[in-house]
């Protein structure tokens, strides 16, 4: 395994450009039809960052969105065509925080902006005016991390209650406004129970019997790595998740080019092959989870 994980690493660090962001490309569908369109992004570097943990290229990456944040929120692009959005700014700052960059002060300003632009609780996509406002349940637990690492998930129990609802209801099977797959909704409620207990105890039964239904169900690299993950963490049997992405992985140590997430109207689906090795690097570096 450790021979496979090295040479993944080594291709994601050479993907690495000089602004210390990770290539992104756009394609017409989930399918990956079209030509692709390289476009210039920080969320899909800070996904990286958080699949691959602490290493020296997560370090360049965090360093550089550091300086940012000292300064300002981030916009989903490089170039700011659109306003500062509650994902990005939340997933950044709370990477931020746990590798322990001193922006606490900063990222409390951000929390209070995503309370401001709540609406009945439930925190929304945009912190502006500028755009109408949306709702995706993995903004809201990205949102809700934040919250907890800062101590304030208190005022956040609405936005929590809805994440929860969500996951009972099961809406999260036909995906959500930004993000296609239901292992990416199951992926990132594993994220939100790993820094709030309370919120694992309240979960439990409802969220191991939906990863259960889950496994064995589709072949896309990042579908299997994040069932992948959450089995290992939570002592399930993911055998059949793990032959099958291992034999993905190609000679220079990438796994094949996968798209996390879309554009809110469908027109235009985000992948990298550095995003889908990262989170195959994330599988085979998670430890088994024991209640």
């Not at 040479?7 to 992104?24: C, E, H, M, V």
């Not at 700014?89 to 401001?116: D, G, M, T, V, W």
């Not at 925190?123 to 109408?132: F, H, I």
């Not at 072949?219 to 793990?242: S, V």
């Amino acid at each position: 395994m450790d021979e496979k994980i090295d040479k993944a690493i080594d291709f994601i660090s050479k993907a690495l450009d000089k602004d210390n962001l990770f290539p992104s490309f756009i394609f017409d569908d989930a399918q990956l039809r079209g030509k692709p369109k390289p476009v210039k992004e920080y969320f899909s570097s800070a996904l990286i960052a958080m699949a691959l943990g602490k290493n020296p290229v997560t370090k360049r990456v965090l360093d550089n969105m550091f300086s940012i944040a000292r300064e300002r929120f981030f916009t989903f692009f490089v170039e700011p065509i659109y306003p500062p959005d509650t994902d990005t700014n939340s997933l950044i700052f709370s990477l931020l925080i746990n590798r322990k960059y001193p922006i606490q002060q900063q990222a409390l300003k951000l929390l209070e902006l995503i309370k401001a632009f709540s609406i009945n609780g439930v925190a929304g996509v945009w912190l502006s005016k500028e755009r109408r406002q949306r709702f995706d349940p993995i903004v809201n637990i990205n949102a809700q991390v934040l919250a907890v690492l800062l101590g304030a998930k208190k005022s956040f129990k609405t936005n929590q209650d809805y994440i929860i609802e969500h996951l009972r209801n099961g809406n999260y099977l036909q995906g959500t406004r930004y993000y296609h797959s239901p292992d990416t909704f199951l992926y990132f409620v594993a994220r939100l129970s790993d820094v709030d207990s309370d919120f694992k105890e309240l979960i439990y039964n409802d969220f191991k019997q939906a990863i259960q239904k889950r496994l064995r169900t589709t072949c896309q690299p990042l579908d299997m790595a994040q069932r992948m993950i959450i089995g290992n963490k939570w002592g399930l049997n993911i055998d059949w998740e793990i032959e099958k992405l291992l034999s993905l992985q190609r000679v220079d140590g990438s796994l094949p080019t996968d798209s996390l997430f879309h554009f809110g109207n469908g027109n235009g689906y985000f992948a990298s092959p550095a995003l889908s090795t990262a989170f195959f690097v994330q599988a085979l570096n998670t430890k088994t989870y024991k209640k």
